[in-house]
């Protein structure tokens, strides 16, 4: 600690960057346009990852961003992943209050606790997905769901760590 203070590598007094409030959209927005990247898959494996970005700084920080923000976000989720327009817009709004309804609700979460929210979470996104296929006519068998899901459970414990190095390096820490 003193040789900490008698270097001058002291953490007191440092702020976020300038760039610190935008660094969690853009991070889901990159998320979203992971969808654009030229896989080809006749059964649809991958899961929405701008959802699980989203997931992932949210039950991270609540502070970063209003609730209000997951209606733009969503909105550009659904122009690049292909769904209807406002699909992810009240999908994300919905989940985003309901984040916010459980913070207020739990006295304390852990790893686990999250990761099972994360999880539901994950499951609907893709069970709302399939019925709106099925909605539209496409013939879908339930197992289809189950790739994407498993998949997205999978993928929210190295997001989770990657938004955690984001927060540390936005906010210099």
Partial sequence: MVRAALSG???IGREPAPYAPYVPAATVVVGSLL??????SMSGWYPDFGFVVLISWRLLRADPWPAWWAAPLGLINDLFTGLPIGFSVALW???MLLLDLIDRRTMWRDYWIEWVLAAVLLAIDQW??????????ADLPRTRMLPPIAISVCIFPPSAWIVARMDAWRLRR
């Fill in 9 to 11: 590598r002291t953490r």
């Fill in 35 to 40: 969808a654009a990247l030229p896989i080809i």
């Fill in 93 to 95: 709004s919905a989940t």
């Fill in 128 to 137: 709302l997905q399939w019925q709106l296929a099925r909605t539209m006519g």
